[in-house]
């Protein structure tokens, strides 16, 4: 890669200070108004033709999306804040996120990029210790803070795009840069991957900062293992109410919620590797001599692979069929997020490690890690595996001075430029790749 360090060590910088800007306007999944205008601005800058709105999503497969009413605030929120009222107006529904492609000079492989943007539900810790608050660039949204380091990964995002933009005439082939609304909750993947934008992908990479414990910046992942599949889903029992003392007119929801529950935990583990499930939560009924006509689980499975999860979920889903069928209910289920397992290419997976070992900053590459944990980057994985490309996933180490999701957590803004060199020197490399 021939790009002028001087101008690396400013673009460096810059997309530290967009950081600081996503980091103090966070905006959770789906509700990414004011985030995915800055990052459109920020590439239409480039020149770059950015997709965006509702074109670029398949609405029945936009799952957990949140309340109409907190959709719209958040919307009023992101008209107050942005710059670009012309893109929120566009993304108005929830339909945040970004797609962009970046030509190359010459022909070659189609490389996929994505980063996720949203942010959690957490209220930031206001604690002149935490460097966003002594810096002045702590969340200005009540309950909002990027405490998982997805504000990082959209400045990585577009520093990618810039760095790449600088070296067209050296890319071989395209890059597509993904732009994730809505990673928490495993919720915003489906829809971009029905539209069907990454069965084109050779090669396709997902990152995360962070993750692993006591890393420095320069510590690298590449590939791994123990990225559990995960299904979430809501279920309502419907009975009829009746006074408490003339139950027989009645149909118990909570009977049935409450079998349903004990059968689901009864599930058998699985002998093929991991299996979980877990009833988080468990509402109904509206009054002590009322027979509760009404009854919601939050049901969530895991499964060391996508047949174990896909196998516990459908257990489940029978196990609460037969329950309200026992009590005379009726059943509504709805879907609320998934995530598949990862199974990095291994064709792939030596290829990065090869261009990272030539990387000056990284001084440490680890492979085969355990994840630990689940991501919706997969659905689009599995899409582009089942079209032919190869996938992997990479995690840039950083120090963590308090856990993922924690109100204290904070991003080492050195990996920013690394991730960004990174990226850019795979995709610029992958030219030379033998075609999977
Ligand atoms: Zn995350």
């Known amino acids: ?124 810790a206001n604690d002149p210790k935490h460097p966003p608050c002594a810096l002045g660039f702590r969340s200005t949204h009540a309950n909002c803070m990027h405490a998982c380091g997805h504000d990082a990964h959209g400045a990585i995002g577009v520093g990618v795009a810039k760095l790449l933009c600088a070296c067209k005439d050296q890319l071989r082939g395209k890059v597509l840069l ?86 689901m935990l009864s599930i058998p583990r699985h002998g093929d590797g991991a299996s979980r499930i877990n009833v988080g939560t468990f509402h109904g009924g509206t009054g002590r001599n009322v027979i509760p006509a009404r009854a919601d689980l939050c049901v969530e499975t895991r499964g060391g692979t996508t047949e174990i999860n896909a196998f516990m979920e459908a257990e489940a889903r029978r196990i609460c069929q037969g329950a309200a069928d026992m009590y005379g209910c009726t059943l509504e289920t709805r879907f609320m997020g998934s995530a598949g397992c990862i199974v990095c290419d291994e064709p792939l997976v030596e290829q990065t490690i090869q261009v990272l070992s030539q990387m000056e900053g990284v001084d440490q590459i680890l492979r085969d890690i355990n994840f630990n944990g689940g991501e919706d980057v997969t659905t689009m994985m599995r899409d582009v595996q089942e079209h032919g490309g190869q996938v992997i996933e990479l995690v840039f180490g950083m120090p963590l001075p308090a856990p993922h999701h924690n109100d204290y957590f904070d991003v080492d803004e050195r990996v920013i430029p690394l991730a960004i060199r990174i990226f850019a020197q795979l995709a610029l490399t992958a030219g030379d790749w033998k075609a999977p």
């Not at 200070?17 to 789906?30: A, C, I, M, T």
């Not at 497969?61 to 929120?77: D, N, S, T, V, Y």
């Not at 009975?239 to 349903?260: K, L, Q, V």
């Open 178 to 263: 993904v732009f994730q609304p809505g990673e928490e909750g495993l919720r915003g993947a489906a829809s971009l991957t029905a539209a069907g934008h990454f069965s084109q992908c050779d090669y396709f990479f997902g990152g995360h900062v962070g993750l692993l414990d006591g890393l420095k910046v320069g510590a690298v992942a590449a590939g791994g293992h123990g990225f559990l599949a995960s299904t979430k889903f809501d279920v309502t029992f419907h009975g009829y109410p009746s006074h408490a003392a003339a139950p027989e007119r009645g149909r118990n929801a909570i009977a049935a919620a409450a079998m349903a529950t004990l059968g």
């Open 1 to 124: 890669m021939t790009f002028d360090h001087a101008d690396f060590e400013q673009l460096g910088q810059e997309m530290i200070q967009l950081r600081r800007d996503f980091h103090k306007h966070p905006e959770s999944g789906w509700t990414e108004f004011r985030t995915t205008a800055r990052i459109i601005d920020e590439l239409e800058k480039l020149g770059l033709t950015v997709q965006y709105g509702p074109s670029i999503h398949v609405k029945e497969k936009m799952f957990g999306l949140p309340q109409p009413q907190i959709l719209e605030e958040c919307w009023q929120r992101a008209m107050q804040e942005t710059n670009r009222p012309d893109l929120v107006e566009a993304m108005k529904g929830g339909y945040t996120g970004c797609l962009t492609v970046i030509e190359g000079a010459l022909p070659g492989p189609t490389v996929g990029i994505r980063v996720d943007i949203d942010c959690n539900d957490v209220e930031e």
